[in-house]
């Protein structure tokens, strides 16, 4: 990881990409905005719907979202909310999910 300030979302997602993670930021509404990983539109939309859909969920028994994860066959999908924004992350193992964290923080302070 670099400890530099990068000036853009863009420059953190090839930072990110520099160092094997490949992302997505997703506004809530499903509008993609910059991406490393193949994503569509269509696919965006789904995956800002199944984070507005788990928050409401978890509102309603007075809990709040920090994250999704998605496991798959050797990966897994890792989905942050970030207020009016969403970082889509796929990961091999916790250590990348730990940087996965660290670049999250990073994006939200630019957002």
């Known amino acids: 990881m ?7 979302i863009d420059d953190i997602l090839t ?3 520099n160092n094997g993670l490949n992302a997505a930021i997703i506004r809530n509404d499903g509008i993609l905005i910059s ?10 939309s789904i995956i800002s719907l199944l984070t507005n859909v788990s928050d409401a969920i ?9 994250e999704i994860e998605i496991s798959m066959e050797g990966m897994y999908l890792i989905i942050i909310s970030l207020g009016n924004h969403i970082l889509c992350g796929i990961i091999k193992n916790r250590e990348e999910k730990k940087n ?3 670049y999250a923080d ?6």
């Open 35 to 44: 991406s490393t990983i193949q994503l569509n539109e269509s696919n965006a």
């Open 15 to 17: 930072d990110m990409k």
């Open 106 to 111: 990073k994006i939200k302070q630019i957002l």
């Open 58 to 66: 978890l509102k309603g028994i007075g809990d709040k979202q920090k």
């Open 100 to 102: 996965l964290r660290y």
């Open 2 to 8: 670099v400890d530099s300030n990068p000036a853009s």
